[in-house]
């Protein structure tokens, strides 16, 4: 077993992961509603790695406990289970508006006419930079550089405190992707955007408590029954009397646009989202992979860890037989923690594995979920050569990713991603490898649950399904804050 050598290193050194975006989980009526809210965040800890946050209610009050790091830095379990309060809601968090920065940590909590006020965002809005300069043309001061701070904005404005339904008021005034949790001292509310772009659903625990969640692992973690999904353009209410739904815009505004990334990449295998098992569609693109794109090989190994769905189904299709090529230690510390580029530079060294006898003297189908910048990519097949394969074909169980993401995933810019401006031939020519493959548009939308046209897939075909502001991005607010030029 080798590993990863000074190329492959140094290739590492130069690409980040895509990070993921946010995860929410809330519950309502349960005497241990903050323990099972930690048990909910560290599930989804893959959501996000940057900052978490717990809010908790007893009826009357709202507190708050969070900060940066992983769940299990941010929070003393034995601390948190004092807290007896039967209501709460959390958030995990990486930043795709908003610097790094404690101020940002969600969920929000306010003060404001009404009482107190918590929110938690997963998703990015569109027209946050347009709100924002509103408010402050007004007067209005902003404490934080994150787009969530304008909804609580919002939901103060007297013009809006005065309607009939002040929250679907407020929903209807932003744009773009959103699930929300609201987390009112007596009551939480949750919305999803009218595209549905990030998913959200509702569970119910045996003691009769519902509870709400990025992703369905979460329900699994505290025994939670799954119900339904909080639709797209809804609002769910759960308070003493239980849950009811609202749609906060009319039917023909209803537009699903469900992320395929999440699909592709971002979800936990063990989840359903958008109706389906994530493994599942990750093994059908890999499957629909081997009809598109047959190779020659001795053995199908994934690129670790995201590809490995896509690679049992790659082999159980072409009838190759699925190898282990890496190996990914759990122990060599937590990368994107480290102070500086070398320590998370060494620590991905560390982590990663060839299994040399695996495929020395092997044709190789390489399996790969996405490629994003390609530098890592390059180093794994670099690194795979030197211990011995004799032909390396790459299959990607995804198209091209050409175009930026502007509903919260911290994509590169254009600029930077591989695919972008040139040929798969160029790209299989940086990478190195004797042959490459990306599954098509048409074939990765077929393989969920949904129709194809009820998924979003800006990133790889350019087609963006609310409209976007492309002079925006990830440090619009801190521009607009900043008042400096892009
Ligand atoms: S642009 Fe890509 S990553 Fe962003 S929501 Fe659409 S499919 Fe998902």
């Known amino acids: 077993m080798g590993r990863l050598d000074a190329e492959g290193l140094w290739a590492s050194m130069n690409e980040a992961p895509i990070r993921d975006h946010c995860g929410l989980f809330g519950i309502f009526g349960h005497p241990e509603a903050v323990d099972l809210t930690y048990l909910g965040l560290y599930a989804q800890q893959h959501r996000g790695q940057e900052s978490a946050g717990i809010c908790s209610s007893d009826g009357g009050e709202i507190v708050r406990h969070h900060g940066m790091g ?103 005034r932003i744009e773009g992707a959103y699930s929300l949790l609201f987390l009112f001292p007596d009551k939480i509310v949750a919305a999803r955007d009218p595209c549905g772009v990030r998913p959200l659903c509702i569970g119910r625990m045996d003691n009769g408590a519902y509870v709400v969640v990025s992703e369905t692992c979460a329900l699994d973690v505290v025994d939670a029954e799954y119900l339904h999904d909080v ?55 890999g499957r629909r992979l081997a009809q598109e794109a047959p190779a020659d090989g001795d053995v199908v190994i994934a690129v670790p860890n995201c590809a490995r769905c896509a690679a049992i189904g790659y082999s159980k299709e072409s009838g190759i037989p699925f190898e282990r090529g890496f190996t990914t230690s759990h122990y060599a510390g937590r990368s994107f923690i480290m102070p500086d580029q070398k320590a998370r530079d060494l620590t991905v060294k560390m982590k990663l594995n060839v299994i040399k006898e695996s495929v020395r003297d092997k044709r190789l ?18 690194a795979l050569r030197r211990a011995g394969a004799s032909e390396i074909h790459l299959r990607v169980a995804s198209p091209p990713i050409r175009h930026p993401c502007f509903y919260g995933i911290d994509f590169p810019t254009p600029g930077e991603l591989i695919a972008t401006g040139r040929t798969v031939e160029q790209i299989r020519d940086y990478l190195e490898v004797d042959s490459l493959t990306y599954l098509s548009l048409d074939g990765m939308l077929s393989c969920g649950t949904r129709p194809p046209d009820h998924y979003c897939a800006a990133c790889f075909c350019g087609d963006y399904p609310i409209p976007i502001d492309r002079a925006g991005g990830k440090l619009l607010l801190e521009r607009q804050r900043l008042r400096t030029p892009e």
């Open 70 to 172: 992983l769940v299990t830095d941010v929070f003393d379990p034995r601390r948190l289970s004092e807290l007896r309060n039967p209501v709460a809601i959390g958030h995990v968090r990486y930043s795709t508006t908003g610097l790094s920065n404690p101020v940002n940590i969600q969920p929000v909590l306010v003060t404001y006419s009404r009482g107190q006020v918590a929110v938690g965002h997963n998703g990015n809005l569109t027209n946050a930079g347009e709100l924002r300069a509103t408010y402050e043309e007004s007067g209005h001061i902003f404490q934080t550089t994150s787009d969530t701070e304008i909804i609580v904005h919002l939901l103060a404005d007297p013009s809006h405190l005065h309607s009939e339904n002040a929250l679907a008021t407020v929903l209807r």
């Open 365 to 382: 189908v390489v399996v790969e979920d996405s490629i994003v910048r390609g530098t890592t990519t390059r180093g794994k097949m670099g």
């Open 231 to 285: 639709e797209p353009g809804q609002m769910v209410t759960i308070d003493e009397h239980g849950p009811r739904s609202e749609y906060f815009v009319e039917p023909q505004e209803v537009r699903p646009a469900h992320c395929i990334f999440e699909l592709v990449y971002f979800a936990d295998p063990s989840s359903d989202v958008f109706g389906g098992n994530v493994h599942m569609a990750r093994e059908h693109m």
